[in-house]
């Protein structure tokens, strides 16, 4: 049997390091689903329904940085995909979004259940979003659409025709002007900032004596850096919802969280600085940060486009949050512990007493913050921690101990409900070895978590290339 262009789609993914795609199956993309069995190494993980595909490959994206990979039928099947499409994109994590459509013969005509795919997918996917209208385009438009979602950390999407699905593979469209370049040898630029703004930016942290530091999920990959740079000024830090697993809430001058959720620590922090430092943060309450000129400014993101938005920089640093820190160190003049820090441990204190307090209050039937409380004490730093929206993300916020070494997600910026135990079932595809617990309310639960249970019985018995059912467990509270 000749390859197809659906068989040719499943080899290009292996060579951009794809080893699972999640998904539900239908009509349009009878061709796709048809490879998968005729494919190895990559596994096919079948959800209850396309909205928890798109939250599974949000989640495995968010978990382990890679890209994350979903798969839908046409018109009501792409539809579904959506909102865990624009979870990734808000939290700006990498997506590619794998679509069926009507044969090319039949486009413009109007066909049951057929949509304008591309129109549907051009704010969700806006940078990259292409019918595969020939065999010979399927090269170029998944390398297209996995390096703008890798070098942009945002959404992309390929729409297949179910003709050309099937049609031969053109494996080698001919191309004189060399090798286009797939996953095991695409790596980005680190990008670091001019030598002499980060002298400036280190001239304004030497010279405060109250300097407050703001974290985000870009300060994932420097937990290392953030550290040594709060001991160096003597500061505090403050966590954005994202961030919340980058260091350990049992360090003595971790504020816990900031803005809606935060806690009063992180208030007077920022109430009182002379200097922010913030890393990886889009925060977007501009209300809970230093009163605009109070306190000087330092901000260092990847992003340029975000320098500045929520608080105005007097220096501001394009560039890998590791990278420029590394650089950023070494100009920074040691303090001494002093009234600033010892004043931020002792509300980090207080923090904590009177949380533990909310905890133990009595209650008619289970005080709902009691088991966050009592989690912290008995999960272990390899925990996988998926939190949906509602109280269950207030109580996280507020109650839960983070350890270093933990791996948390949630939905950040778009803040939908649904995504927990979806969130989870990525995370034991991702990390087997490793225990996941989903925080999940009785909404968020009724809304899309008890499809995530049905995956979870089912999974094994679905078309994967290997049983992963004994990997799970479930307790519902």
């Known amino acids: 049997m000749a390859e197809t262009v659906a068989d040719f789609l499943f080899g290009r993914l292996k060579e951009w390091g794809v080893q699972r795609i999640f998904g539900y199956p239908g009509d349009g993309i009878n061709g796709i689903v048809s490879a998968l069995g005729r494919i190895e190494d990559i596994a096919f993980i079948q959800g209850r329904h ?56 039949s486009l413009g005509g109007h066909f049951q259940q057929e949509i304008d795919i591309s129109a549907l997918f051009k704010d969700v996917a806006g940078d990259f979003v292409q019918v595969c209208t020939a065999p010979a385009q399927a090269r170029h438009l998944i390398d297209r659409a996995f390096r703008i979602a890798k070098s942009q950390r945002t959404v992309t999407a390929i729409i297949f025709p ?15 002007h060399g090798t286009i370049h797939t996953g095991t040898d695409f790596n980005e630029p680190i990008i670091i900032p001019h030598a002499e703004d980060l002298r ?30 709060t001991e160096k000024l003597q500061a505090g830090f403050a966590k954005a919802l994202l961030a919340k697993a980058v260091l350990s ?40 940060l230093p009163k605009e000129g109070q306190a000087k400014a330092v901000q260092i993101d990847i992003d340029p486009t975000v320098l500045s938005l929520r608080y105005p920089s007097d220096v501001a ?21 002093g009234d600033w820090r010892e004043t931020i441990e002792k509300n980090v204190c207080e923090m904590w007493r009177e949380e533990e307090g909310k ?28 939190v949906d929206t509602g109280m269950s ?33 990525a995370a034991k595809f991702a990390f087997p070895d490793r225990p996941a617990f989903a925080f999940v309310g009785d909404g968020a639960m009724q809304m899309l978590g008890m499809n995530g249970v049905i995956t979870v019985a089912n999974t094994g018995r679905n078309g994967v290339t290997r049983d992963w059912s004994s990997l799970f467990s479930t307790t519902a509270i």
């Open 50 to 105: 396309e909205e928890e595909a798109a939250f599974m490959a949000s989640g495995h994206a968010k978990l382990t940085g890679d890209v994350g990979v979903c798969l839908a039928t046409s018109g009501p099947g792409a539809i579904h995909l959506l909102n865990g499409l624009y979870d990734a994109k808000l939290d700006r994590k990498p997506v590619v979004a794998i679509v069926g459509q009507q044969a090319r013969a």
């Open 162 to 176: 179910n003709d050309v699905q099937e049609a031969d593979a053109v494996t080698d469209p001919g191309h004189t």
């Open 200 to 229: 400036r930016a280190a001239d304004i942290l030497n010279a405060a004596e109250r300097v407050a530091i703001l974290i985000g999920a870009g300060a994932w990959s420097a937990s290392d850096q953030v550290l040594v740079a």
């Open 249 to 288: 809430d049992e360090l003595p001058y971790s504020t816990g969280q900031i803005g809606l959720l935060g806690t009063t620590a992180s208030y007077k922090m920022m109430r009182d600085c002379d200097a922010l430092l913030m890393i990886g943060s889009t925060f977007p309450y501009s209300e809970y």
């Open 317 to 337: 640093l394009q560039g890998d949050a590791a990278a420029t820190l590394d650089r950023l160190l070494p100009l920074l003049t040691a303090k001494k512990r």
């Open 359 to 386: 905890a133990q209050m009595t209650a008619e039937g289970l005080n709902p913050e009691l088991p966050f409380w009592e989690f912290s004490k008995l999960c272990g730093e390899d925990a996988v921690i998926t």
């Open 393 to 425: 993300t207030t109580f996280y916020a507020r109650a839960v101990k983070a350890k270093r070494g933990m791996n948390t997600a949630i939905s950040g910026t778009l803040a939908t409900m649904g995504p927990a135990v979806a969130y989870a079932l």
